[in-house]
């Protein structure tokens, strides 16, 4: 075989068609020979291979013819997978963030690789089985935060962010058996496509795919649809309606076998008026605006189909929509699709291979369902689509099938990668009881982990080259928390107690037994102390006695179960008043509750309010009426006390 020579075969459900070329002077392409053969029995169902040696016969035949034809022997060929094999998964993914910090574009990326994943495993259900999928690609119908629609998550701050895609997928059965089939043909594969990229790229021209558009592969048994924006096809469809109702109406209608009605429905895209006898030997003489009309409902069920599937996956009717493949003539099929999605009918047209001036030598047989084949021969001197790609993924080796945009995260869906591990792991929460309340140290956050491609820093974006060495090194997570007892509890809590350390804490219980010295905790553990915790209880444990007036905390009079904070200060009050009188220029003494009390101040007045800052007596509970009295007569707040006053207060 000529190393010129481009040999290619497009494997369809009814037929399979071989082409031989070349490319000539002017870059064109000239097609030296061509066989089209018809299937003998189902050997595929829905452009999937059923029957290998079937189909594998019928490759061996037309290798056999075209060798002949071309006095060449045919050794590699370029083939295309079945846009209908394709799976096209709609999926939502949530996660929750910490609101605490910004979602940054790793984030984005892993919860795109989640929900990509999560699109997988729907499939699988879905297919009863545990079939292998390609990841072709995906586009974003929309991002969330907090339930809120953006167009950009990256910056923002939420306590959930949400994404909303379409993921395709092609099965691995797919592949392998159209490798299957070549290798018991005895070919090598040069290059591998897929049908709805081969026929987009001959079918609509490259300053066209920035449009949002359609292209209808109206086969037998299928009605493929891709849908291209932005340049980039953004998602695959099918419907199951096509060629074969209308083959099966005409059939029904007019008393034909297949055959016969196969060879009317054809017949119908070329001439006006037919002739012919049904199996019952009548003949009919039928104009073909007679034979349309009476199969018209058969015709709009299979244009409704696929304006239904055009909205579902493009959400509105696309600018234009191209119809290719053989079922693609049907007469009024055209018109009824643009009526059906409320388009213009001049914006849904037939392509064929007469748009093209560098094909030659398909002069007889070049009409739309010609694209696709031709396409898959043009498409093997495209070195992006050049078969698979073979990458490392760290250090094992990963086959994956090359569309034009391989990213690591395609890589990621093969191999299964959890996407969790593309964000920082952190240490678990460390759990404990105090007293018997559940408290918690929150554990650190690690490192992000490193995508590296030949070494270089990447990203899930990142477009993958053949031979490619991907790297993932994990998250650098801190050392799992663990602290001591004397994390927790502080054992240098103390205070001065009349000019002497003295520490609260008595004993500690961990899990229940007591502790002589500091240890490391376990998870849940439980920690009990036995502390003094209040003014009463520290007189109670060094005085024996519960008469918290006699003592002042920080020179100021304090309730009896005023909590002790570390540091205070605790002496008795005559202590501190000695102190104070050196600096006073007055002092009194009264009687207060039967109980003579010298008290020291600076003011230039001492008046009955004045007594509760140097008493103890609790005014913050109301216990009663409370009574008042200065020498037995009811007191006023404001007025001036005199030395031996004899004061009363309690409650009646």
């Known amino acids: 075989m000529r190393d010129n020579l481009i040999f290619s075969l497009d494997i369809g459900t009814r037929t399979i068609i071989g082409i031989v070329g070349e490319y000539i002077e002017d870059e064109k392409f000239r097609v030296l020979a061509y066989s089209i053969k018809e299937h003998n029995k189902r050997n595929m169902y829905d452009g999937q291979i059923h029957d290998i040696e079937g189909v594998t016969k019928i ?86 935060l907090d339930n809120s629609r953006m167009e950009r998550l990256e910056g923002h701050r939420g306590d959930e962010i949400a994404v909303d895609l379409l993921a395709t997928f092609l099965p691995q059965i ?38 949002n558009l359609a292209l209808v592969d109206l086969g037998a048994g299928t009605s493929d649809i891709a849908i291209t924006k932005d340049g980039q096809i953004v998602s695959y469809a099918m419907t199951s309606t096509a060629g074969d109702e209308i083959t099966e109406r005409l059939a029904r209608e007019y008393l034909l076998d297949f055959n016969s009605s196969e060879g009317l429905k054809i017949e119908l895209s070329k001439k006006d008026e037919h002739q012919f006898m049904d199996v019952v030997g009548i003949t009919h003489s039928l104009s073909t605006k007679e034979i349309v009309g009476s199969i018209i409902d058969v015709i709009e069920k299979i244009a409704t189909d696929i304006r239904d599937k055009i909205l579902e996956f493009n959400g509105k009717p696309p600018n234009a929509i191209f119809l290719i493949g053989g079922s693609s003539q049907m007469p009024m099929l055209k018109e009824m699709i643009a009526d059906k999605l409320e388009l213009p009918r001049d914006r849904v047209a037939i392509r064929d291979l007469s748009i093209l001036d560098i094909v030659i030598g398909l002069e007889g047989v070049n009409g739309p369902d010609m694209i696709t084949p031709v396409g898959i021969a043009l498409e093997a001197t495209e070195e992006k689509y050049r078969n698979f790609i073979k990458v490392r993924f760290n250090g094992e080796e990963i086959r994956v099938f090359n569309t034009d945009d391989i990213k690591i995260s395609d890589v990621l869906v093969l191999t299964g990668y959890d996407p969790k591990d593309l964000l920082p792991g952190r240490t678990d929460d460390f759990v404990y009881y105090l007293n018997g309340k559940r ?38 997570i801190p050392a799992a928390i663990f602290p001591s007892v004397y994390d927790i509890i502080d054992m240098e809590k103390q205070v001065i107690f009349q000019g002497e350390n003295v520490g609260l804490i008595k004993s500690i219980k961990v899990n229940g037994r007591i502790i002589r010295e500091d240890s490391i905790l376990e998870q849940e553990s439980s920690i009990e102390t036995d502390e003094i915790r209040t003014l009463q209880e520290l007189i109670m444990e060094y005085e024996g006695n519960a008469n918290t007036g006699d003592y002042l905390v920080n020179g100021e009079r304090q309730i009896s179960n005023y909590e002790l904070m570390k540091g ?71 007025e001036e006390l005199k030395e031996g006053d004899n004061i009363k207060i309690y409650w009646e």
């Open 59 to 144: 490759v061996k035949e037309i290798i056999n013819e075209l060798e002949g034809k071309t006095g060449e022997e045919l050794k590699v060929v370029s083939i295309a997978a079945a846009g209908r094999a394709l799976k096209t998964f709609r999926i939502r993914t949530e996660k929750s963030i910490d609101s605490n910090r910004e979602v940054t574009r790793h984030d984005v990326e892993a919860l795109e690789l989640e929900a990509v994943q999560k699109a997988q495993e729907e499939i699988n259900k879905l297919e009863n089985g545990n079939l292998r999928y390609y990841s072709i690609g995906y586009s974003i119908v929309d991002y969330y």
């Open 174 to 211: 797919v592949i392998e058996s159209l490798y299957t089939v070549m290798a018991k043909s005895g070919l090598e594969v040069g290059s591998i496509t897929l049908e709805p990229i081969a026929a987009i790229n001959i079918a609509i021209k490259k300053e066209l795919r920035l449009l």
């Open 439 to 476: 408290r918690v140290i929150k554990g650190k956050m690690g490192t992000y982990p490193q995508i590296l491609v030949n070494g270089l820093a990447s990203s899930l974006k990142t477009r993958l080259e053949d031979k490619a060495d991907i790297e993932i090194i994990p998250s650098e």
């Open 568 to 638: 205070d200060i605790i002496d008795k009050a005559e202590i501190i008043q000695k102190n104070e009188k050196k600096d006073s220029e007055k002092s009194i003494k009264l009687i207060i509750n039967g109980e003579e009390t010298e008290i020291y101040y600076t003011k230039k007045k001492f008046v009955f309010v004045d007594i509760f800052d140097h008493i103890d007596f609790d005014l913050t509970t109301l216990k009663g009426k409370l009574v008042l009295e200065v020498n037995d007569r009811e007191a006023e707040y404001m």
